[in-house]
């Protein structure tokens, strides 16, 4: 059932809401100096992250459900035929800035610029993935698996419809 998008959605409001104040109150000992949690920090750093990430989850599936909503993740859709892929090249390029064997501009630089770096890493694997998927059925690390799970190398190629093909081109 898709929803107008006026209704409140609670399970995302207080999610974020109760994440949010928990994750204030972990962090206001060194954020206000306020006085510290003692030994309740850890649990309550823990359940913060929990209640966000569901109040996050909760806003996504709100957000979708919403009348026009399915189009919405649309430019995602690459991302996840290429999870693998993105997660690996992901890794590889973050330790790479991040860490001694490249870089190593871990500790150096501010939230601001470490922020900026990922945004970027994760815009660039947008294009990259949906640039990819339009010459190919797989990404490279998800048809390396798939081979190998078969046994034989599967096609590479994305099956193209030869009357588009056509009809797009000019001679």
Request: net charge positive; glycine share 12%; with cysteine.
């Amino acid at each position: 059932m898709k929803r107008s998008g006026r209704e409140a959605h609670p399970p995302d409001i207080a999610g974020i809401l109760l994440g949010g104040g928990l994750s204030l109150a972990a962090a206001g000992q060194e954020l206000f100096d306020w006085p510290s949690l003692g030994r309740g920090h850890f649990p309550v750093e823990e359940l913060a992250a929990v209640a966000l990430a569901l109040g996050y989850a909760a806003a996504v599936i709100a957000a979708v459900n919403l009348s026009g909503g399915c189009r919405m993740p649309s430019w995602a859709a690459p991302l996840g035929r290429m999870a693998l892929t993105n997660y690996l090249a992901q890794s590889v390029i973050c330790g790479w800035i991040f860490y001694g064997y490249g870089l190593g501009q871990f500790d150096r630089l501010g939230v601001a610029a470490t922020l900026a770096i990922g945004i970027f890493v994760y815009v660039a694997q947008v294009v990259f993935s949906a640039w990819w998927l339009g010459r190919y059925q797989f990404g490279p690390v998800e048809w390396l698996w798939r081979s190998c799970m078969y046994g034989v190398p599967q096609p590479m190629r994305a099956k193209v419809n030869l009357a588009i093909l056509r009809a797009t081109t000019t001679d």
